[in-house]
């Protein structure tokens, strides 16, 4: 920066300090991944501690690694009404919003509210870029995108949030939010401080994401990319698996829980593609997490790591686990389970911590057999009974950007 | 969507980039009818934040967002570290999404790892944090042709519901490549703001703002001689708001979704003494 530009002098902002927030109310929510359709599907799979890991049978151009791969979207083209929108991503975020009962939830609260009072917000990291890999598979001899995919809405960011816009019938403030792997995350925050200021009554979240070729092979050229199923926090782990999800959760003011209690925000301000050495957004997302929602680390139950199984995310997030967290505290990532769902990872996970203190279950992780000697006494193997009922999930993505979400069965007083 | 007229909201910092209007002082002075243009384009913007290696490998839309936000905390005079920010893009960096897809089909075992971290929708916002050692949060969205309404929207809504300033980034870059007649966008358009909860010593308006149901068509237009200096690019719908902030005022209903308007009136003010 030149003297012209310095901020020397300058008005800097104050360290911002969030206070307690009001809950809200998870009025119903759904997630599909390669553990199948719907909230039932996962929890079996989380119980009977059942990888959906698969080798990979996705790419044309042979990759030797392992995906999670939601079965089926090739043969399910979206109904005739949203062909405009038709492809890999949109007829995943259409499946999901099919399952538990989601479509009749929303119903009921646009009936409550009226369309324009619920805001719509989806977390994506690549959203339907898998169909402009297939139009350049696809060019014409004079080098022009096939007839059938020149539709320009598939070819951009908001083609999710578009799409489910109009599938769901909402005129509200709905927004496309790609922060990378925090995505889907964030979206949570956005919509408790829509609620907030009054902007909004309701807010259907969630994340879509889905396996496209650029990701997998862009994954690959960071040496990111495991040749065997992903090994959450093993000492001998070789990197991710990549996977795909998509989810949606209603939130209200009022209602039965589970609650979202707390959000934390942060950036690493480090590296682009390589976490901060000591954690330190992840700490200060923790930290605001804890914050608003009025918890102390004692009182967690479960932590959904971020736990990608790549070297450095691992080492840096079990340290950061076992600084800030007692012994009693159960922590793993589920990507053992299901892979790196990239921009729906942080959705999908915080499905799963909805799951776990819902069902009283915290998973451990899947295929570690020896954990790093980074991991404190927080970071399990098995599966075990849950304590509290109070969870965290955690995600950090690319561009140093970090969200973590705490939810709860129980409306603190 | 009824929402009452919001608490007041200030103008602390303005920027903006195009190829023809180069920084905001030359745009501020064109948008306003009060300056021609100049005759020759820019090529890109050369943000000083970033080392001279990485000034010349940074992807357009990088050394583009972080000229613009850079100086809208100048002209704010905020420090950008602490400051939370919001980037709003149509399309992220269309070239390395050309790049990307084409690898893919000729030699995807060479696509270059920088490359594809820079493929991601917030490189912009990360590498601006990584420059200014700034730790606090940033949001990146896409609301497609209505993408600038709804990052400034998500700007003022983070400034009511944390009382802090934040940082609004918009902009956008060329397509290129197979993908260019289908994902339209022209040249390279950035636009930034500081916007703050309380007037103070840089403060250039006070903007009050409310969203209403409605269609694109009660939109305001930008001025047509405008309009062809920055002939399109995805982020063009930002003019309309910037004509108002040239012209030291005025209401400005920008659409926000197919049936959703932002209703803004901008109102020029003296700094808040110091």
Known sequence: MTAERSVAGSRAPEHYSPGRMTPFSINAFTVTSALGCGLAAQLDMLVGRRSGLRANDFTEHELATWIGRVGGLETAPLPERFSEWDCRNNRLAWLALQQDGLLDAIARARARHGAGRIALLLGTSTSSIGATEEAYRRLTPDGQFPAALRRPIIHTAHSLGGFVQRALGLDGICATIATACSSSVKVFAQAARLMRCGLADAAVVGGVDTLCGSVLFGFNSLELVSTEPCRPFDVNRRGISIGEAGGFALLERDGAGPWLLGYGESSDAHHMSSPHPDGLGARLAIGDALARSGLAAADIGYINLHGTASARNDEVEARVIGDLFPATTHASSTKGWTGHALGAAGYLESAISLLAIQHGIAPGNLNTTTLDPACGPQIRLDNAPLARPVALSQSFGFGGSNCVLAFGTERPH | ?274
Do not use: K
Request: glycine fraction near 8%; charged fraction near 15%.
């Open chain 2, 1 to 274: 969507m009824n929402a009452a007229m919001q608490q007041e909201t200030f103008v602390d910092g303005i920027s903006f980039w195009a190829q023809r209007l180069p920084g905001w002082e030359i745009a501020g002075a064109v948008l306003a009818g009060r300056a021609d243009p100049p005759v020759v384009a820019g090529r890109r913007p050369s943000p000083e934040l970033l080392p001279p290696a990485e000034r010349r490998r940074a992807p357009d839309s990088v050394a583009l967002a972080m000229e613009v936000a850079a100086g809208a905390c100048a002209a704010a005079a905020v420090d950008p570290a602490g400051l939370a920010s919001v980037f709003a893009t149509t399309h992220a960096d269309l070239a390395i999404t050309d790049y990307l897809c084409e690898t893919l089909v000729r030699a995807p075992l060479h696509t270059s790892p920088t490359r594809f971290h820079n493929s991601v929708h917030n490189a912009a916002a990360g590498y601006w944090c990584i420059a200014t050692g700034c730790h606090a949060p940033y949001t990146t969205l896409s609301v497609h042709e209505y993408s600038f309404a709804a990052g400034l929207f998500e700007t003022l809504l983070q400034v009511a519901s944390d009382g802090r300033p934040v940082l609004y980034v918009a902009f956008d870059i060329e397509a290129c490549g197979p993908l260019a007649p289908i994902t339209v966008s022209h040249g390279l358009l950035g636009a930034g703001l500081v916007l703050s909860p309380v007037r103070t010593a840089t403060s250039r308006a006070r903007l009050s703002w409310s969203t209403r149901p409605g269609g694109g068509a009660q939109s305001t237009a930008a001025r047509s001689a405008n309009t062809e200096l920055i002939g399109g690019n995805a982020m063009a719908a930002c003019l309309p708001f910037y004509e108002a902030l040239a012209a030291g005022g005025g209401p400005v209903t920008l659409a926000l979704g197919p049936d959703l308007l932002l209703d803004v009136v901008l109102d020029s003010c003296a700094p808040a003494p110091p």
